[in-house]
């Protein structure tokens, strides 16, 4: 994996746990609005679809990046829209990019031969 796919990859990781986060205090906000006289949801709304706009254009790039299957490309695009879909994605991305490590590791070191 190069570094570019790398910084792509981990650029959706980073952005999938706040947008999840912001996803559900935005459904909490919803709730709130209608049985109480609390109103934050254009805060939270504006602030749900900044990052929401940023994990799609990550997506798109880490998408492009890593030549993923048209499968893995929309198990993380649905992952975003479910409201704790990006917990799912960060875990595992992660566990994708400590694996693309462990590979390029065994490469240089001799174990594993690429073709």
């Not at 949801?41 to 890593?66: Q, T």
């Amino acid at each position: 994996m190069d570094l570019k796919t790398a910084s792509a990859l981990r650029r959706l990781r980073l952005v999938s746990a706040p947008e999840a986060v912001s996803f559900l205090l935005l459904l909490v906000c919803s709730v709130l609005k209608r049985t109480t006289e609390f109103n934050a949801v254009p805060v939270m709304g504006a602030i749900h679809g900044v990052l929401f706009i940023l994990y799609v254009i990550f997506w798109l790039d880490a998408w492009n990046r890593s030549k993923w299957s048209a499968g893995t490309g929309l198990l993380y695009f649905v992952l975003s829209v479910l409201p704790t879909g990006g917990f799912f994605a960060e875990r595992k991305l992660k566990r994708e990019a400590e694996n693309a490590v462990i590979a390029s590791r065994a490469r240089r070191e001799g174990v594993v031969k690429t073709s």
